[in-house]
């Protein structure tokens, strides 16, 4: 067989992702029962959720305020009018034996998101449909052989289930598309983003074909990828498992898969072909979601500023270079961080921006790096960050010794620990100690005096006071003598 | 159209019900039943009519987002055939 690379430009891949969303409502989609992740087992149930016969359901109002904002936010048409369906399958983790979902009228369809690609340009990805639906119990598997334990916290809590078209090529677009619903999803304030407890999951469905073919391949569909990782590792597992295929003569073939994180490989699941009957019709406990153009203005005038407007304005008013304003802005935390700095600026300009924004690209993100931690938990204040970056920008430290005082910042424990060291060491660092400052004095001395320098070299050692003298002069007496001698030494040494 | 066994199998397979040779013979014939019962519909022009999705012709009934009291995990769980501590316990099934 041909080597990876080789196939991998002869084959195209066509990637569709399907992402459910948890909606971070108080309570479940059809009940007044918790929703709150951290409670003990078995504690957020009614008999709603539990699938008493006789129990009604009522819908959350927020459910379908919240799928609004992320439908309009991706440019999809909203239905005037939408029903419910059932879903019916058996399954332990839903009692009812059916899944109240959306059907033939999702409540939002036909929209897009853009995404950046590796090469700075931009792909069109597109949306097929946005629908509501419930989520299912918590089995646990492992506990004993011959059974399994089911937690029905998690069943009735909200979904947003996002079905994408097969626009992606490849698995970076892949990646990039979920991270970017993840990035609306958190920026609307809808869902928390975090995957690790399953508030976001994501199926693909994956196909290959030869490049330049229209039609498309058999695709299969990976269930259940609960990380970035997962995502990546999985779709490239499966694509590599497809090819292989072909290029042996045989034909892929429908079925779902699972993907195993250990040996990195994803195998299909012995489901019955019977299984996949899910018999949808209308719910008739639930009457349609109408959605008036009242409600769709409504629902815009609260829309919160979205990534992309984020990144214009930062560059527009803030003059930032848009690889920095990407940055700054991918995190919405972060950047709400970043525009509490920049109000905290005494003088608001391009420069102190700028230089606000460096400091927070390198030094704070290094911190959050190297203590994996958010920046919700970073303990510098906003208002001792914008002196720090107002210190860099008036010139009186450089950017050099800006870091020391950063992370000298570090130590102080509240707000008035931290002014005081940022006035300590800002003294400290405008006059004595920053290097990169006195050096580029010593060495214009040094230019300045090339006679005295060749005096110097063949022996002449006392001019040493000499040049301190003029570099004192010229630093208004601000450097240090100790510093500005062992710089001198050094320069004049080498 | 009318209900083959193979039909009667599949429902029963999806309704997780077992039933003899005779039961199946019987219940192809209800279906049946119902099925031509049903068909007299075809009898009315039904081109320009759409579908009713719910007997109610309201729209719009919803909550507000707040949370109530939920069940007593201990009442919920003595309806429970099995359980181990605070979980329901059930036939292992994984294959989804």
Known sequence: MESMNVLNSKYEPVIGLEIHAQMNTASKAFCGCSTDFHSSPNTNICPVCLGYPGALPALNEMLVDSILKM????????????????????????????????????????????????????????????????????????????????????????????????????VDEATRFLQKIKQTLVYLEINDGNMEEGSLRCDANISVRIKGDKKLGTRTEIKNLNSFKNVSDAVSAEIKRQISLIESGEKVSYNTMTYNAKDKKTTATRSKEEAHDYR?????????????????????????????????????????????????????????????????????????????????????????????????????????????????????ISASASREVFNEILFGNTDDEQIKILENSLKKYSQVSDTGKIESLVKKILEENPEEVK?????????????????????KGKANPKIVNELLIKNLED | MAVSIKDVEKIALLAKLKFNEREMEKLRGDLNKILEYIDKLNELDLEKVNPLENINETENVSREDKVKQSMDTELALSNAPSKTGKFFKVPKVIDK
Do not use: W
Not at chain 1, 292 to 298: G, R, V
Not at chain 1, 304 to 312: R, T
Not at chain 1, 457 to 471: D, H, M, Q, R
């Open chain 1, 71 to 170: 439908g309009i936010a991706t440019s999809c048409r909203v239905r005037e009018e939408s029903i419910f369906a059932r879903k019916n399958y058996f399954y332990p983790d839903l009692t009812k034996g059916y899944q109240i979902t959306q059907f033939e009228t999702p409540i939002c369809h036909g929209g897009f998101l853009k995404i950046n690609l590796k090469n700075n340009e931009t792909k069109k990805i597109g949306i097929t449909r946005i629908h509501m639906e419930e989520d299912a119990g918590k089995s646990i598997h492992d506990f004993h052989d011959d059974s399994s334990l089911i937690d029905f916290n998690r069943c009735g809590v909200p979904l947003i289930e996002i079905v994408s078209e097969p626009d992606m090529n490849s």
């Open chain 1, 280 to 396: 949808y019709f209308p719910e008739p406990d639930l009457v349609k979601v109408k959605v008036t153009k009242e409600k769709i203005e409504n629902i815009k005038s609260i829309l919160p500023e979205l990534p992309e407007q984020k990144v214009m304005r930062y560059v527009t008013e803030f003059k930032l270079p848009s690889a920095d304003a990407e940055e700054i802005s991918h995190d919405k935390d972060f950047a709400g961080y970043f525009e509490r700095v920049v109000s905290e600026l005494k003088l608001k300009n391009e420069n102190n921006y700028r230089t606000a924004g460096n400091i927070l690209r390198t030094d704070v993100r290094k911190v959050l790096n190297d203590r994996k931690i958010s920046i919700s938990e970073f303990t510098v204040s906003a208002k001792v960050l914008a002196g720090l970056a107002e210190s860099v920008t008036s010139g009186s």
């Open chain 1, 455 to 475: 005096r110097y070299k063949i022996g002449e050692k006392k001019l040493a006071g000499f040049f301190v003298g003029k570099i004192m002069q010229e630093s």
